[in-house]
Structure formats: structure tokens, C-alpha cells
């Protein structure tokens, strides 16, 4: 069992930052992959980040430059740092947890674990 618990959330203007948090506890090697997801209203849960115990990570590319995906030495936090935000990434962000793969993962259906979700809002 992993328990996720994202925070960071909030509303900020166009062109401004973030810094997501998510909490991660429980099986560690059902954390071996963790991810950021993201959903606005009206579409469907799209990828964002990748990072595996190692450090390596693997950026969607509407925001590779901009986002940041990281985690504590711990692997119990991870985060998403998220720089120059625009109206049309508001949404619900979640983080994501599986176990090992031979590929780094992607697509929803290869995480088992996910936290709640934080709104984050973009305005112009």
C-alpha cells in the first residue's frame, strides 16, 4: 500500500511559479517510479513528469524547460516545481506512484497509486 497526499496548490497570474508537494509513504518498492499527472475540467488526466528512484526523469513536452520534477534523498517527497504557468494549465495535479518497469512509465494505467489532487489555477 503507498499513500499520496499532493499540496501546493493555489491561483497564481500568467508567467508566475509553483512548487507542488506530494508525501509518499508505504511500500517502497511500489514507489520505484513516481509521476505528476495533470487534469483540467472537461479533458482527460494527461502526463507531465516521470522520476525514478535513481533521479532520472522524463518531461512531457509542453513543459519540458518550465517544469521540474524532483524528490528528497528520502524518496518520501516528491515535487514539481513549475515555472512560467499559463491560463490553460489550470487544473487538478496528482501525483503517481508504481512499482518497477522496463520502460519509464507514462500512461495512467501504469500507476497504482495516486494521491488526491491539488487545484491549481492559472489566471490572466
Known amino acids: 500500500q503507498v499513500q499520496l497526499v499532493e499540496s501546493g496548490g493555489g491561483s497564481v497570474q500568467a508567467g508566475g511559479s509553483l512548487r507542488l508537494s506530494c508525501a509518499a509513504s508505504g511500500n517502497p518498492t511500489a514507489r520505484y517510479y513516481m509521476a505528476w499527472f495533470r487534469q483540467a475540467p472537461g479533458k482527460k488526466r494527461a502526463w507531465i513528469a516521470t522520476?525514478?528512484?535513481?533521479?532520472?526523469?522524463n518531461y512531457a513536452r509542453s513543459v519540458k524547460g518550465r517544469f521540474t520534477i524532483s524528490q528528497d534523498g528520502t524518496q518520501n517527497l516528491l515535487y514539481l516545481q513549475m515555472n512560467n504557468l499559463q491560463p490553460e494549465e489550470t487544473a487538478v495535479y496528482y501525483c503517481?506512484?508504481?512499482?518497477?518497469?522496463?520502460?519509464?512509465?507514462?500512461?495512467?494505467?501504469?500507476?497504482?497509486?495516486w494521491g488526491q489532487g491539488t487545484q491549481v489555477t492559472v489566471s490572466s
Open positions: 522520476i525514478d528512484q535513481y533521479g532520472a526523469s
Open positions: 503517481a506512484a508504481s512499482a518497477y518497469l522496463s520502460y519509464s512509465p507514462t500512461w495512467q494505467g501504469d500507476f497504482d497509486s
